[in-house]
């Protein structure tokens, strides 16, 4: 749900397929990937969760969460 932290993504869910969104600012990951559905969080490191989205095989998006 919108608010959660990477720590708690991670324990309801797994860890992610893959991860994103890191600079050399920011090194920890605001995007973790499980399959299609990508989640996004805001930066720092103790950021929540933002957004939750996915795309098709046509590339056609959705926002799952926001």
Not at 20 to 39: A, C, D, M, Q, V
Not at 50 to 66: H, I, K, R
Request: no cysteine; aromatic share 8%; charged share 30%.
């Amino acid at each position: 749900r919108i608010g959660m932290t990477r720590d708690e993504v991670v324990a309801a869910i797994g860890e992610p397929d893959d991860t994103g969104g890191t600079s050399r600012k920011h090194r920890t990951p605001s995007i973790f990937k499980y399959g299609h559905i990508e989640l996004y969080f805001e930066q720092p490191e103790d950021g929540t969760l933002t957004m939750a989205y996915t795309e098709d095989d046509d590339g056609n998006g959705e926002v799952l969460l926001q």
